[in-house]
């Protein structure tokens, strides 16, 4: 018996003193952390997405809680939370956050398969990267869209897929948080984060190719060949043309769809407005001749 | 005309290939497979058998039903290899269903759950070997003696030069290794009495399968020379403080030594990757190998000093480097 | 002979030497010739000619666009057609000078004449002037590279140069454009030699030539002893047989198996070891600036594939596109077929038969059937042989592991920038993995991220 007490009472104290050190230390090497910082933490999402610019949400937590303390919240955004979040945030920090425009990434090239014909077969790598380092591609176009998903692999949210019939990523709105990481990965700057717009409805030119015209034809039927029709037309200065190739300022854009209309090649687009009604002659026309 | 082809630089490519290495080394062990025919009879032929065949089936069966591999990794050869050399490791008399079950555990532990093909940690049919040995010392620890044609199951056991070696260590009486056959029968493998595994018997058999290799240059000289050199040193040293201690040519023609050496240190996937880095693994391996010869409570060292030593591969690999090309001494 | 090689790594991919024996043919002219502004390292040329400009043989069309960088000068007679952007070697559309060709009528200051015009005849030439003369007339490296000659002969005050070496290696296979250039003008090219050694003010040089080309070796041999190992000369030429191996022709290699150093990492360059290496029709291209006054537009060009009905080595005005040299070897062969603006190793890979020869178009390759496809790649088996065969002391597989899950950390700490893609590794690879494709991007990453750092600095 006198073992076992003696077996009790040595492991009692060695955990007492292990008790008393390990105290000790968490008193001394204690690190401060404002416990803002994890109230912060706790609103973000915590996808750690870098979309913020900051590596992880508790770096952007660590930097929103600096901000308040500066004075502003400025220029501090999670794109995947949002204005909710933003505005939780704001809320908890007791600052005012400046309203930010929902953002979308978009896809500027029309290069399709039916649009687009191949002059070459590639036989190695399958990464856009690779691709683009061999030369323009399997088409004639070196400005367009190589279809092998890098963009697809650097999305965390699943929001952008090739389309197998076509060959160009489409995004899904519902799921893309604006982050950038689609536009990084693209090796030709095809991606462009663009305002979302009033009911998601924007308009863009389909086309990033700065050949000159007859050569821009030649490789694809739907390319922008800078003819710079579109330029005259806009009413509100929104369209500039350079390097043969239109571009459309998405902060002076009012969505009249003036520009579509007049681009010969069908390279501007206008995404999810409504189908166009039919006039009423054409209707009656239709009765007669049924 | 059709349209041109085009990828980056380099726009040709060697005559090498998976397969052509693979069957390469399944080459060289033919040698080493018609002595262990020869010495050990139809007990040979029936566990190689179904060694090779548990470990292709295993193999064919996870590609195609758990991993759903597109291409079924069985067609690059690897399983057969793994087969043929987890029989070597093997008594004759083994029941077959104890070698089904070292094969799944070569192939299914040690090889596929890694990842397949070139991600395993350990060498497959050593963890096989290991495993059976210490789920059934019994069965795997009793050798058949050479020479009997027509056995299987009912082959005679006897002692084999290894347990010779131990009880002479053991009891520190050197007059025990007097018992042990010449040189040149271990080097032959007409051991008069004993016996070993399947593979180990015949050391000229491997040697011949050594040099195939190196002239197809599947394998480069670095581990199996530097094994079998730090074990000469090693166990030669032991010898002259203590003749209780085999002699060291004894010590290399006798057990796995040769087989571990050649083949089984070998392997691709478990062994480093600059020839310094493959220097320093078969220097330990031969250390290993003689400590737990000597001082270990088994008699055959080299299994178990490889996987330990495959253990270390990644380390080495990290921090052994081969030399850069203008590398300015710092 | 007892013959050396660089210290590391190096495969032997076949030789394929199709037009070993194949005499030289001059190209017929083209019907019009197109000339990239960009056929050089460094910033592109700029037109001085415009659309209607009539323009002789050797006429400048576009000068230099900044130091690093070399003038073009028209190898037709004929008129400007316009100024357009086309697809040349790189893949993609640039700005190209395109001449419709009418007759033959060279500029009156280029000598025409088969004179071998000697340095001991023309004392007036000092090393500033036979710069000056290789800068004009806009020679650049003709082994591939392109990089402008005259800043290779004027070394950073940090470095001082030794010796030159001639690099007559040729080690890709099916090339022979070198081996011909050494056979038919062999006296011409010691005349170079002896320019760019005054040039660059030494006096010692050396001839690295591959066992596999003994004619060359045994030709050279003789004139250099007659040419150079006189009382009178106070140059040290000696011709060095070297090991066959790929790929000695690369700079670095060349310079260790010659003289036995090796060039440190980037940024060390082989002149940071008392070398300069100079390609053989580089030699032949400053004889004739300085010599003939004749600026760089034609050179030696082999046209082969193991498909085509008669593959040789052409004497080619530059700006004649690829169809018409393969017209003339019999035509592009039926099926499969890969055409390659240079060798099997280091070659572009070309999507249009209408690409141009250029400044550093040694050979015209087209690869067929088999050949032209990669196989499918398998998991690495971690065989070590690419390790094994890596003229730089990396390590392959790591490095393409690395540039794959993107850390660009680790890749630069194991040397990846060293990597000159000789494409040994995936040669040799039997897993077939695309080893090059991703140490290339990697390497270019890291090499991003590196200006980065120093332009913060």
Same mark, same amino acid.
């Given at each position: %018996? ?92 007791? %600052? ?5 425009? +929902? %953002? ?18 590639? @036989? ?39 389309? +197998? ?109 409504? @189908? ?15 | ?90 008594? &004759? ?132 020379? &530097? ?104 | ?65 900044? !130091? ?78 392109? !990089? ?165 080595? !052409? ?143």
């Amino acid at each position: %018996m006198d073992f076992i007490l003696i077996a009790v009472i040595v492991l009692g104290a060695i955990g007492l003193i292990a008790a008393l050190v390990l105290f000790a230390a968490s008193k001394k090497f204690a690190v401060y952390e404002d416990p803002r910082i994890a109230q912060v933490s706790e609103l973000l999402p915590g996808a750690n997405c870098g979309g913020c610019g900051f590596p992880g949400c508790s770096g952007m937590a660590d930097a929103l809680v600096k901000g308040a303390d500066a004075g502003s919240l400025d220029g501090l955004s999670c794109p995947v939370g949002g204005a909710v979040v933003m505005g939780k945030v704001a809320d908890l920090l007791g %600052m005012a956050i400046a309203n930010s425009e +929902p %953002m979308v990434a978009v896809v500027r090239c029309n290069g399709t398969c039916e649009h687009r014909q191949k002059i070459a077969e590639y @036989a190695g790598l399958r990464t856009c990267a690779a691709m683009h380092a061999c030369g323009a591609g399997e088409t004639a176009c070196g400005f367009g869209c190589l279809g092998c998903g890098d963009c697809m692999e650097a999305c965390q949210f699943g929001a952008i897929h090739v389309n +197998p019939e076509t060959g160009i990523p489409e995004v899904d709105e519902e799921k893309c948080t604006s982050c950038g990481a689609c536009v990084k990965a693209c090796p030709r700057n095809i991606i462009e984060l663009r305002k979302k717009g009033p009911k998601g409805r924007r308009v863009y030119v389909s086309c990033v190719n700065k050949d000159k015209g007859p050569a821009a034809m030649k490789a694809c039927a739907v390319s922008c060949i800078g003819c710079g029709k579109c330029e005259k037309e806009c009413p509100f200065g929104a369209i500039t043309v350079e390097n043969n190739l239109a571009y459309i300022d998405f902060g002076k854009c009012r969505l009249c769809r003036k520009c579509e209309k007049v681009c010969p090649k069908h390279a501007i687009v206008a995404v999810n407005f409504p @189908a166009p009604k039919p006039k009423p002659e054409e209707e009656e026309r239709k009765e007669e001749t049924v | 005309m059709s349209k041109l082809i085009v990828s980056l630089s380099p726009h040709a490519h060697g005559t090498d290939s998976v397969e052509r290495n693979m069957y390469g080394v399944i080459i060289a062990l033919m040698p080493a497979l018609l002595v262990s025919f020869y010495f050990f009879g139809l007990g040979s032929v029936v566990v190689t058998a179904t060694s090779v065949a548990a470990c292709v089936f295993f193999e064919w069966a996870i590609s195609k039903y758990i991993l759903k591999q597109e291409r079924n990794s069985v067609l690059d050869g690897s399983a057969i290899l793994t087969g043929l050399l987890l029989a070597f490791n093997l008594p &004759s008399n083994l029941p077959a269903w104890i070698i089904i079950i070292g094969a799944l555990f070569a192939i299914g532990v040690a090889k596929m759950t890694f990842g397949g093909l070139g991600n395993n940690l350990f060498n497959p049919a050593l963890v096989g070997r290991a495993a059976l040995l210490v789920a059934f010392p019994a069965q795997m620890t009793t050798w058949p003696k050479v020479g009997q044609w027509g056995s299987y199951l009912d082959a005679e056991t006897g002692a084999t030069p290894l347990s010779i070696m131990k009880d002479a260590i053991k009891s520190g009486d050197a007059s025990l290794l007097n018992q042990l056959p010449d040189s040149l029968s271990l080097f032959l493998g007409n051991h008069p009495d004993g016996g070993g595994a399947m593979g180990e018997i015949c050391g000229l058999a491997l040697l011949v399968g050594l040099g195939y290799m190196l002239w197809k240059k599947i394998i480069t000289w670095h581990i199996p020379v &530097s094994i079998i050199a730090t074990v000469f040193v090693f166990a030669g040293l032991l010898h002259l403080a203590n003749p209780a201690y085999a002699d060291p040519v004894s010590v290399i023609l006798t057990g796995g030594l040769m087989l571990g050496a050649i083949f089984m240190a070998t392997d691709y996937v478990t062994s480093p990757m600059t020839t310094k880095g493959q220097l320093i693994y078969g220097v330990a391996i031969g250390f290993l190998t003689v400590v737990i010869r000597n001082w270990g409570a088994y008699p055959e060292g080299m299994s178990f000093a490889i996987l330990i030593m495959n253990a270390f591969t990644p380390l080495i690999n990290n921090y052994v480097k081969p030399k850069r090309f203008g590398e300015v001494a710092k | 002979m007892n013959a050396r090689t660089f210290s590391i790594g190096g495969i032997h991919p076949e030789e394929n030497k199709l037009t070993h024996e194949v005499a030289t043919k001059v190209a017929a002219l083209p019907k019009q010739a197109i000339f990239p502004l960009s056929q050089h390292i460094g910033a592109p040329a700029k037109p001085v000619v415009q659309k209607g400009d009539k323009v002789k043989v050797g006429t400048l069309i576009a000068e230099a666009g900044g !130091f690093v960088s070399a003038p073009i000068f028209s190898s037709v007679s004929g008129t400007v057609f316009k100024i357009d952007t086309a697809i040349d070697a790189t893949g993609y559309r640039k700005p190209v000078i395109i001449i419709n060709v009418e007759g033959d009528e060279w500029e009156e200051t280029i000598d025409r004449s088969d004179k071998l015009e000697t340095v001991e005849a023309h004392p007036e030439l000092t090393p500033e002037e036979i710069v000056n003369r290789v800068k004009e007339a806009g020679v650049v490296g003709m082994g591939g590279a392109c !990089f402008p000659t005259f800043i290779k002969l004027t070394p950073p005050p940090t470095a001082k140069a030794e010796c030159v070496i001639i690099n007559a290696v040729e080690c890709e296979p099916y090339i022979t454009a070198d081996f011909r250039l050494m056979m038919e003008h062999a006296d011409e090219i010691l005349v170079g030699l002896e320019l760019l050694m005054i040039a660059a003010k030494v006096t010692t040089g050396y001839i690295g030539i591959e066992t596999n080309k003994p004619a060359a070796i045994e030709l050279l041999t003789e004139k250099v002893i007659t040419k150079f190992n006189v009382q009178s000369s106070k140059f040290n030429v000696s011709v060095v047989p070297l090991k066959q191996r790929y790929p000695q022709g690369g700079e670095k290699q060349l310079v260790d198996a010659v003289i036995q150093r090796q060039v440190p990492a980037p940024p060390a360059i082989p002149v940071n070891v008392g070398a300069i290496v100079q390609n053989v029709g580089t030699a032949f291209a400053v004889y004739e600036a300085v010599m003939k006054h004749k600026p760089l537009f034609e050179r030696y060009t082999t046209v082969t594939g193991k498909r085509l009905a008669n593959p040789g080595n !052409f004497l080619v005005r530059m700006g004649t596109p690829m169809q018409d040299l393969i017209d003339a070897c019999g035509g592009m062969p039926e099926g499969d077929n890969k055409l390659l603006a240079g060798g099997p190793m280091m070659g572009k890979a070309l999507t249009s038969t209408e690409v141009p020869i250029c400044k550093g178009t040694n050979s015209v390759t087209i690869i067929s059937d088999d050949e032209a496809r990669r196989k499918e790649p398998q998991p690495c088996i971690r065989c070590a042989k690419c390790v094994g065969v890596c003229p730089m002391g990396l390590e392959p597989y790591l490095l393409a592991k690395l540039s794959e899950i993107k850390n660009w950390e680790r890749a630069e700490q194991e040397d990846i920038v060293s990597c000159i893609e000789c494409g040994s590794c995936q040669f040799t690879c039997p897993a077939h993995r695309p080893l090059l494709d991703n140490i290339r991007q990697g390497k270019a990453t890291v090499m991003g991220i590196i200006r980065s750092r120093a332009a913060k600095k």
